[in-house]
């Protein structure tokens, strides 16, 4: 049977890593619906998701649906799993406190699958106390985590912060998949 995995990509320098595990997921012949936050459009066009996954891109709550639908719901439905890389502060925050302000939180809130967290950030911001017990709080409700690792951060650093590498995170994926 084929998998399912919806892939949450979200407003960080590291959308860019998203085309790559979107590709490799592909060449595994996952099936990979893409939903982009807003900020993420800021850095990656969803042209460039749609054109490596063949499927039209997820933007909005309102904006997505051809015919109505509960959009969200049918997604959170048909995912076997759903991926959020790159995960920043911000979107940890939000489903860490239950809000739903737009389809990727909406459709995280009401799935039953497995959800894996890929963070990237400013190593000071992933050490910040508050982003660390949202991701405590996560972990003990079941959500996963990869990564992030020691490397090279967007504000010329080096640090804790930088998105796992993607045969890593593809190596977690086909786990949680099983």
């Known amino acids: 049977m084929k998998k399912e995995v919806i892939l949450g990509v ?4 590291a959308c860019y890593k998203a085309l790559d595990i979107l590709s490799s997921l592909c060449k595994e012949g996952v099936s990979v619906t893409v939903i982009m936050t807003e900020d993420a459009k800021e850095f990656v066009r ?3 998701f749609q054109a490596l996954s063949g499927r ?3 933007e909005g ?8 639908s509960s959009e969200h719901i ?3 439905d048909k995912a076997d799993l759903i991926l959020i890389a790159p995960a920043t502060a911000n979107i940890i925050a939000k489903i860490a406190t239950g809000l739903c302000d737009d389809m990727l939180t909406c459709t995280v809130c009401a799935t039953k699958a ?4 890929a963070p990237a950030m400013n190593e000071n911001m992933y050490k910040n106390k508050i982003v660390q017990e949202n991701i405590k709080k996560l972990k003990n409700l079941g959500y996963h ?3 992030p690792i020691k490397g090279r951060l967007s504000c010329g650093t080096e640090g804790m912060g930088h998105i796992q590498d993607t045969e890593v995170i593809l190596k977690e994926v086909k786990k949680l998949l099983e």
């Open 114 to 117: 497995p959800v894996l967290f």
């Open 10 to 13: 979200t407003g960080s320098i």
């Open 145 to 147: 985590f990869i990564g």
């Open 74 to 76: 049918s997604l959170a």
């Open 46 to 48: 969803p042209l460039s």
């Open 56 to 58: 039209k891109v997820i």
């Open 61 to 68: 709550m309102f904006t997505t649906a051809e015919e109505w």
